[in-house]
């Protein structure tokens, strides 16, 4: 093994990375000892979202005894509820009746196009333009941002059932956003002065060999992209695969590679995603989080909030303060999005603040820097500041975290008080407003973006 790194590491052993996906859900040992009534509802909706978990979630992150009701077992096994019923009980019959492959894969296909795989103007409205040509890896909807989804990055080690990205896992080339040319995204971001930061997502870029992560990282350290200061990689590994800083093998490549950017004057943010504590309890995962600290990178932690999964308070107070004791710094909670399987998952907006604000609460200083609940939305990150009364009436008090406009963000807006709204487009402007104060200005920027796409 490559020794580059000297580090007092706990012995912590290499172990097989062994993966089971839909075909092989009937042969993981665990599931055994569940209903099969259970079990059928999993083949059943394994169908249509995708379905990839490994031996390590499967032995360490669950708590078998809490099955169904684990809060890992809901984030990669499929439940019946994440399909809508008409959905669930058309796969269940074909199956039930050993209806034709071509049959039950067309019925798949259409539940798959009905669950919205591509929210939030992704498809068009990001698509940056070089030479007057789109570039298909690349996302450009913040000024400052660019995200950049590496084509060997459209995996992940396992897969959580609430991913508003599975089109890009489940074969449809169309939709996948990919691009191999680190080359284009270095050229686009050269001519791009205004971009300061990269964020490297995926699928899991972290997924990729070292030798891949350095074929687009390593330009970012010549002169002429001197302006891209920070680098962030979007990743969940440290939940689904904390091995891959610790065994692998090359983990130290990796590391190696951080700590050359950081070197060059890189700020260097590893984004991690963990949606519950029990991801980050594991000895593995503390040393995965301490040897990519001691590159000189931060790992910043966000996540969605989510039904079945986190939505409780105390959960999220232990959570943060696990990752500010190890050195994390909390950044985002989210609302679960428009996509998949949204009805399972989504929480109102005024829970999601209640918790949010429950959670807040009862944390130090330190953990209060997560900003949320936010949603990602077509025209920004807007965040449930909180709820009030104004002039008798009862509003929601909204901002914007990230706007397409940048005038936009800061400013707070209100909307009518509603105790089922789980999304944006469920609110509507208060105080005798006819529309929220930015739909003029996105309604006349899509126009635009359109009609150059349209050109291209
Ligand atoms: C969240 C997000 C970013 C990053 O936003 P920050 O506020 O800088 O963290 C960039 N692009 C898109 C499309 C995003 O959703
Ligand atoms: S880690 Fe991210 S990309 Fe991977 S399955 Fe989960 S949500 Fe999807």
Known sequence: MNQRVTLNTPAIEARPFKVYTQRQLDKIPQL??????LRFDMQVVSQVLPFRVNDYVIEELIDWNRVPNDPIFQLTFPQRGMLKPEHFDEVAELMQQDAPADQLKAAVERIRAELNPHPAGQMDLNLPLLNGEPLPG????YQ???????SQGQVCHSYCTFCFRWAQFVGDKDLRFSSNEAESLHAYLAEHTEVTDLLLTGGDPMVMKAKHLRLYLEGLMKPELAHVQNIRIGSKSLTFWPYRFVTDEDAN???QLFRELVAAGKHVAFMAHFNHWQEMDTPVCREAVRRIRATGAEIRTQAPLLQHINDDAKQWVKMWKMQVQQGMIPYYMFVERDTGARHYFEVPLVRAWDIYREAMQQVPGLCRTARGPSMSADPGKVEI???AEINGEKVFVLRFIQGRNPDWVQQPFFAKYDEQATWLNHLEPALGA????YE????AMKAEKQALIFKA
């Not at 690349?138 to 909807?141: A, G, I, L, V």
């Not at 400052?144 to 590496?150: G, I, K, N």
């Not at 006819?434 to 104060?437: E, H, K, R, V």
Request: charged share 20%.
């Open 32 to 37: 055994e000892q569940l209903p099969e009534a």
């Open 138 to 141: 690349m996302q450009h909807k």
């Open 144 to 150: 400052e941002t660019v995200l950049f989804f590496p």
């Open 253 to 255: 490549d990796i590391l």
């Open 385 to 387: 500041q909180g709820v």
């Open 434 to 437: 006819d529309q929220f104060f």
């Open 440 to 443: 003029a200005g996105f309604a």
